[in-house]
């Protein structure tokens, strides 16, 4: 089955600066990659997403690029705010485009945003 | 996207029972997908739940302990049977969709005593 590598664990960055999170993945099937936010006791958020024909996608703050000769898929937040703060995830998928298969998540990686 | 009803948001229960987790989505979906979120941990997927067919379960997940109903398109039931307190987490229902990513269920927190 598909194993996804999540690094790192937690990632501390002075506000205003840029964040790289970054994962791996082993089953070259997967083809939807998903990032998500996270809030203390909250539900996992949709933040962005990538397929695999399609090597980087951006929305405002936050892009996401994708290698999938390498496996590799890493999430960039640039002007960081505090409210940036909280638990990402990623997670990858071979998604067929029914919502057939479900998702298998990295470990998630707790970005902390220092005033 | 859809929008997901799950309840309850969470309970405290004996260990050696039961807990019925209920999932309601506003629209139909084919597929809808368990997860449990250990205590300070990531997301694994529990089961795949389609409507008309029995759910199909994850490595190191078995029916007995998480029977799974889905009766019609928009409704599914998950069971965490048996209970210890190694079942304390959070469980989420998800349902999947093209145009807008996969969305969760708002979690049933579990704690068992």
């Known amino acids: 089955g598909e194993n996804v590598e999540q690094h790192p664990s937690t990632l501390s960055v002075q506000e205003g600066d840029s964040a790289v999170i970054k994962c791996t993945y082993s089953?070259?099937?997967?083809?939807?990659f998903p990032w998500y936010k996270q809030e203390l006791g909250k539900r996992p958020q949709l933040i962005i997403d990538?397929?695999?024909?399609?090597g980087e996608k951006k929305d405002q703050r936050i892009a996401v690029t994708l290698n999938k000769t390498a496996k590799h898929f890493s999430l960039h937040i640039t002007e960081t705010q505090p409210e940036d703060s909280a638990v990402y995830f990623c997670?990858?998928?071979?998604?067929?485009?029914?919502?057939?298969?479900?998702?298998?998540f990295g470990k998630g990686t707790h970005l902390i945003i220092q005033p | 996207s859809a929008v997901i009803s799950q309840k309850p948001s969470r309970d405290i229960c004996q260990r050696g029972t039961s807990l019925t987790i209920q999932c309601q989505v506003d629209?139909?979906?084919?597929?809808m997908f368990w997860y449990r979120q250990q205590p300070g941990q990531s997301l694994t997927l529990i089961a795949t739940?389609?409507?008309?067919?029995?759910?199909?379960?994850e490595s190191g997940f078995v029916i007995d302990k998480f029977p799974i109903s889905r009766p019609n398109l928009t409704f599914s039931t998950l069971t965490v049977s048996n209970m210890s307190p190694e079942d304390s987490s959070i469980y989420l229902c998800?349902?999947?969709?093209?145009?807008?990513?996969?969305?969760f269920g708002s979690g049933t927190r579990l704690t068992v005593v």
């Open positions: 998800s349902v999947g969709g093209q145009s807008n990513g996969y969305t």
């Open positions: 089953d070259s099937a997967s083809n939807y």
């Open positions: 990538i397929r695999s024909n399609v």
């Open positions: 997670a990858a998928s071979p998604y067929s485009g029914g919502g057939a298969d479900g998702l298998t």
């Open positions: 629209s139909q979906v084919t597929m």
């Open positions: 739940a389609n409507q008309g067919s029995e759910a199909t379960y």
